[in-house]
């Protein structure tokens, strides 16, 4: 099955030691914050384990970080469970709802969001934690990323309810998943999970720009590979697997097989150029500590890529045999049993 598909990674990341505090402390959260409504709505959500996925992304977090950054992690994948193309009119109440979550980090933090509902809520909340102690320009940077990630999605669910999400070719399909897979405002949050800041000169340098964009390829496709079978039984079209069988009217098992292939090149592909980090940092000029920087930026992608993999392949998200309430919402159109875009 494509969640038991492995990936050879030349890199170890770790687990934080605060998993199971933050754990227990973010469950409680999500039902305070009404972002789990049912207790069919609970069960799904734990079995994802998305905690998991925090305390291996972010490993180096203190423990009150480590928090805030499950808070955070788990609203996009809540947001992303709410999309139901069935629904003419959902469509508009995503982005709507996208609209407010883009604009939350560009107004004063703690301001309350004028769309309402669950979702823009505990964001608002979120963003005041995250961004606490961060400067404007890992802010600034932060809510760009962000705001391209939410605007695809809005994207993919227009796209589905007009019945044209099947007409990306397949290098479309690759750039518009380097935006929806969100890996980008993602590694920037590996800054904040240790308090640094990739210097800006390292940033705007086109290899660090290659080798984000290459982990969010990587990370991209094994998140296709492991949710197929999931996607496949929503009808969820947005997948590398879907795409390559329908352009190359292949099998399902030889477009999986293709998509294994193309993995493992954006994984090469990146290794190579983090091999000419040190060189990057002597053209830069950079001093001892922003290369400490730079290695500790380097490690964030490290985390990402390795963490995600490990979590991929436990995760109940993926899974492939799911029953009861979960199950037939997922049938319906639906990721998730409880409507969180309703006031």
Request: with cysteine.
């Amino acid at each position: 099955m494509p969640q038991d598909v492995r990936f050879e990674l030349p890199f170890d990341t770790p687990v934080s030691e605060h998993l199971e505090h933050a754990r227990a402390r973010h469950l409680r959260w999500i039902w305070d914050m009404d972002l789990i409504r049912s207790k069919a709505g609970f069960e799904e959500y734990k079995s994802w384990d998305l905690p998991q996925a925090a305390a291996r992304t972010y490993p180096h977090a203190s423990a009150d970080d480590l928090v805030v950054l499950m808070n955070w992690f788990s609203l996009a994948f809540l947001f992303d469970d709410q999309f139901d193309a069935g629904q003419p009119d959902r469509a508009d109440r995503i982005a709507e709802v996208a609209r407010e979550l883009i604009v939350t980090p560009l107004r004063p933090a703690g301001t309350r969001p004028r769309v309402v509902c669950p979702i823009t809520l505990a964001w608002a909340e979120v963003w005041k934690h995250l961004s606490d102690g961060m400067p404007l320009t890992w802010q600034t940077r932060f809510a760009a990323s962000w705001g391209r990630f939410l605007m695809a999605h809005c994207e993919e669910v227009d796209l589905a309810s007009r019945g044209l999400e099947g007409t990306l070719d397949l290098d479309e399909y690759a750039l518009f998943r380097r935006r929806t897979v969100g890996i980008h405002h993602s590694i920037d949050a590996g800054e904040r999970s240790r308090r640094f800041m990739v210097p800006a000169q390292v940033m705007a340098h086109p290899l660090m720009e290659r080798m984000r964009d290459l982990a969010a390829d990587t990370i991209g496709f094994m998140n296709d590979i492991h949710s197929f079978e999931r996607e496949k039984r929503r009808g969820d079209g947005h997948n590398l697997i879907a795409v390559l069988h329908r352009e190359r009217r292949c099998s399902w098992e030889e477009a999986a097989d293709e998509a294994y292939r193309m993995t493992l090149a954006c994984l090469d592909q990146y290794l190579e150029l983090e091999a000419s980090v040190p060189q990057m940092c002597d053209e830069l000029g950079l001093d001892a500590t922003a290369r400490d920087e730079v290695r500790k930026g380097v490690e964030a992608i490290q985390h990402w890529i390795n963490g995600n993999y490990e979590w991929a392949l436990v995760t109940g998200r993926y899974h492939a045999a799911k029953e009861g309430p979960a199950a037939a919402a997922e049938l319906a159109g639906r990721g998730s049993v409880d409507d969180l875009l309703a006031v």
